[in-house]
């Protein structure tokens, strides 16, 4: 795993993020579901749907990629990795429901 993680971090190292939807923006599907941290996308990149790779960035400066969510939307019958970055443990949990709970992701959460 460690090998993933430090491809993942050069690759959060090596682009800028974009932020599209920032923190408390409503999300465009499901728009009873806020976005409780900043959330966009890394640029120059490509993610599972053809557009840059989803980035959730928390209040944790310089702590660097906390986490990786992969998940599943039947709906839309697609998979996709989002990194969480800069993230605190509560951040994680948080972002972690949004997913699941906001958005009906089904998620999976990998840890360095």
């Known amino acids: 795993m460690s090998d993933f993680f430090s491809t993942v971090?050069?690759?959060v190292a090596s682009h800028a993020m974009v932020v599209d939807r920032p923190k408390g923006t409503r999300h465009?599907?499901?728009t009873d579901a806020e976005y409780p941290i900043?959330?966009?996308y890394l640029d120059g990149t490509?993610?599972?749907?053809g557009s840059g790779i989803d980035v959730f960035r928390g209040s944790a400066?310089?702590?660097?990629?906390?986490?990786v969510a992969a998940t599943v939307d039947l709906h839309k019958r697609d998979?996709?990795?989002?990194?969480?970055?800069?993230?605190?443990e509560e951040?994680?949990?948080v972002v972690v429901s949004f997913l699941r709970d906001?958005?009906?992701l089904a998620t999976t959460l990998l840890r360095p």
Do not use: H
């Open 46 to 49: 490509t993610g599972g749907d």
């Open 102 to 104: 906001e958005l009906r």
């Open 38 to 40: 900043d959330y966009g």
């Open 28 to 30: 465009p599907r499901f």
């Open 61 to 67: 400066s310089l702590r660097g990629v906390a986490a």
């Open 91 to 93: 951040e994680v949990d």
């Open 79 to 88: 998979g996709e990795l989002k990194i969480l970055l800069d993230c605190t």
């Open 9 to 11: 971090n050069q690759l």
